[in-house]
């Protein structure tokens, strides 16, 4: 009995042992940390951004931080798209911060992403040179897939989009680059994009210089005005092409 006494105390020392030595050594290993380097292209907007959001959860220890929470909390800024986290001993957090890439301008001093992601962005760089989308509340998705739409049948022709507008009821406008209007409507968004195209092949494969607008809303064809002073006469007249 006195030997099992004995062997009992004896295991439950060395698991004492172990278990001082496992709460000191992640102690020691848990220093806080001290360097916290932001990577990702960035603005110094962003950066700044990046790193404000960072301390406010410092200090904290290298083993401990809590990186899924810090990952949640970047990733909730509307102009980050992903974030990756790493620790790096003895006392550093590796971030790395992918921005969301904009494909447009969106409404009144927003940006918007591929994927239709509305972008608060901290600073506007270069946003000047984005086409400029608008349309209904909590639309961005929808617009956005229909500016991709019509920027695939334009591509061909080298014609870019300065602004795409959608109103309240789903009509569709665009202004073109150094071009005309084009005026779309609010159906058969394919049909009408099939008879633009077809259009643009067949009778301004030289430009649109001369037309003043574009309107696709027939079930046939196309109506054209053109500039005032343009060689086809009368600025001002419609000109339906039919038979496409």
Known sequence: MIGTFLRTSGALALLLLFGFLGVSGWRALDRPIAVVRVDGELT????????????????????????RRLRDLLERESWVDTVALWRTWPDGLRVEVRAEAALARWRDGALLSARGRVIEPLELVGADALPHLSGPEGSAVEVMQTFQRIADVLRPHELRMDALDVDD???????????????????????????????????????????????????????????EGASQQGGESRQLARGF
Request: hydrophobic residues 40%; glycine residues 10%.
């Open 44 to 67: 110094a907007a962003e950066r700044a951004r990046a790193q404000e959001l960072l301390s406010s959860h410092l200090p904290a220890g290298v083993l401990s931080v809590d990186t």
């Open 169 to 227: 009821d789903g009509n569709i406008r665009v202004h073109l680059r150094n071009g005309p209007e084009l005026i779309l409507g609010h159906r058969d968004l394919g049909g009408r994009l099939q008879r633009v195209d077809l259009v643009l092949h067949q009778k301004f494969s030289d430009g649109l210089a001369e037309v003043e607008r574009v309107d696709a809303r027939y079930d046939n064809g196309v109506a054209v005005a053109w500039r």
